[in-house]
């Protein structure tokens, strides 16, 4: 049964429920305007916590003023029921429409996710970050707009008063791994949300799944996902590199806002429009032409190796781009009409890698080994493998005795960094192990990122031991290292949470004798937030915690 009236408006049936309460869908009974209210119930009105967060709740959507935010009306008391009505959204949530269609076509992806955008900046320029973003907290109306909702989480910059250091707030399956440190949300954390969501949208699932909330947090925390293309393989690199740049564990390393993001969105768009018009140009080009040109720029590449960021592709890419361009006309029209003019301008560019090639050469070997400490300090990546196989391996052929032991420390470094990420990308693609080594490291990886941190740390001792008898076995042992390491950075400590509990166990116990209905709520509140962890449960239902090592 629902109540036939909440405040002013006449009410026609419930639309929808949540942890706050319910939604209805109502009437007003003098402008007959037909709104979506929702109610905070009178059981939860009686506490004080309850009634302030949806309080923040109101007063967050009046802040914010966006054509895909659902829009706040009005918002009062009826008795005991705290109120507030907003405009209704005729359509379904996105939620809906993954269960019918299961996946969404990257284009349509892409025109939704602005939208989105667009919500997020708004809220973002208010000084709100929402915290819950999900997809059934996106309406998608019947003209294709999409709404973002729910506001019942969202952290107001301004009031502070609801914020609870340690607290774990959101949604698991799109929380940001900040949140599920109960760290601040920033407006990154909802850009990770986001992140998850595009990820649903393509594919059909979240990028983490679970048996249980704890594994799920632990997950977007520590655990690796495959990728977007592994399930739409026609997918534009663009969009598959984007979603793994949104669903980062380093908030630092995603877009810094919405506005960003968007125009990153809106410029693919363009591209997109513009190689499908250049394709017409493309077939105007003489063939013969445009072969020679690009043998010949393979043929210079041959010598200049990995020196420039120049290569074919590139060369193929710079003669589209010129075509391009001469599709929507201006200064550059007449000269990429003309094929002598590419095959000059992709001369020019070969010889810049064969310019850097020749001076690179006439370094001398201390110069090249301090270049390579140079890219060394960067984060692993593509200068780590610039160093290996353009200072330190050719060092080491030159002169083997001289530099051995300078060089080799660092070359095992560089494997060990591109063996973790051949092992990662091979499990992400499903790809069995290459020998057994391999295996039991990832075996351990698994156990690591479900939480296992003193069974995976074990595997991994062992592992060392095996590996550091062969020196072929050099990058497994550097990598077991830096696993090691991280393991030791971020497995949670246990004596932190022992005092935490001997806390709460304290407290519980005083409560019992001067306030037993709050001493239940306590119990029940810490049997919720471990109900996953039975060692955990042993210690909160004996009342007693061990001691904590020295």
């Known amino acids: 049964m629902h109540p036939e ?53 109101v007063e967050a959507m009046q802040k914010v003023s966006s054509p895909h935010i659902v829009r706040l009306i009005d918002s009062g008391l009826d008795g005991e029921t705290y109120y507030y009505s907003m405009e209704y959204v005729e359509g379904e949530t996105l939620t809906s429409r993954l269960k019918r269609d299961k996946k969404i076509p990257w284009p349509e992806t892409v025109e939704l996710v602005l939208q989105i955008c667009a919500a997020l900046k708004s809220a973002h320029d208010a000084g709100i970050i929402h915290r819950d973003l999900k997809p ?84 977007h925390r520590y655990g690796q996902f495959d990728r977007v293309k592994r399930y739409l393989p026609e997918i534009p690199p663009f969009l598959d590199d984007l979603v793994n740049q949104l669903l980062e564990k380093d908030p630092a390393k995603r ?103 020749y001076s690179t050469e006439r370094l001398t070997p201390q110069e090249r080994f301090e270049r390579g400490l140079a890219l060394m300090d960067q984060d692993p990546g593509s200068d780590w493998l610039t160093a290996r196989n353009h200072y330190f391996i050719p060092l080491l052929k030159e002169d083997p005795d001289a530099w051995r032991d300078k060089v080799q420390p660092f070359i095992n470094d560089v494997d060990g960094y591109e063996l973790e990420r051949t092992l990662l990308s091979r499990r992400r693609s499903s790809k069995k192990p290459q020998n057994e080594l391999e295996r039991l490291l990832l075996q351990s990886r ?30 497994f ?43 239940e709520k306590l119990r029940k509140s810490l049997l919720a937030l471990y109900e996953d962890d039975p060692v955990v449960l042993e210690w909160i239902t004996a009342g007693q915690i061990p001691a904590t090592e020295p």
């Open 5 to 57: 009236r909440i405040g002013p408006y006449l009410i026609t049936r419930k639309i929808g429920s949540g942890g706050m309460g319910a939604v209805y869908l109502g009437q007003h009974e003098t402008t007959q305007e037909v709104v979506a209210v929702k109610v905070l119930p009178a059981s939860l009105a009686r506490e004080e916590g309850f009634v302030l967060r949806f309080g923040r709740e």
């Open 136 to 219: 059934s907290n996106l309406l998608i109306a019947n003209d294709g707009c999409i709404k973002l909702t729910d506001f019942g989480v969202a952290q107001v910059f301004a009031s502070n008063r609801l914020t609870i250091t340690g607290g774990v707030i959101g949604t698991a399956e799109y929380m940001s791994p900040e949140q599920a440190q109960g760290q601040r949300a920033t407006k990154r954390s909802d850009l990770y949300s986001l992140g998850a969501v595009m990820y649903a949208m393509l594919t059909g699932r979240p990028p983490f799944v679970g048996s249980t909330t704890v594994e799920i947090l632990q997950k």
């Open 255 to 357: 877009p810094p806002d919405a506005l960003v993001l968007s125009r990153q969105l809106r410029d693919f768009l363009q591209r997109i429009d513009l190689q499908s018009t250049g394709e017409t140009m493309v077939s105007r080009v003489d063939d013969v032409a445009v072969g020679e040109t690009l043998a010949a720029s393979e043929a210079g590449f041959a010598v200049s190796g990995a020196h420039g960021a120049f290569g074919p592709t590139f060369m193929r890419d710079m003669v589209r781009a010129e075509l391009e361009q001469a599709t929507i006309g201006g200064p550059w029209q007449q000269l990429t009409d003309n094929i002598w003019f590419l095959l000059t301008a992709l001369a020019l560019l070969i010889a810049i890698p064969v310019t850097i090639y």
């Open 446 to 475: 698994r156990m690591w990122e479900a939480g296992d941190w003193k069974g995976a740390e074990e595997r991994l001792r062992a592992l060392r031991i095996l590996s550091t008898h062969k020196s072929e076995y050099a990058a």
């Open 477 to 519: 042992t550097k990598l077991i290292d830096r696993w090691l390491e991280e393991i030791q950075d971020q497995r949670p400590s246990t004596n932190t949470q022992k005092e935490f509990l001997h806390d709460q166990l304290s407290q519980l116990d005083q409560l019992q004798k001067s306030d037993p209905d709050s001493a």
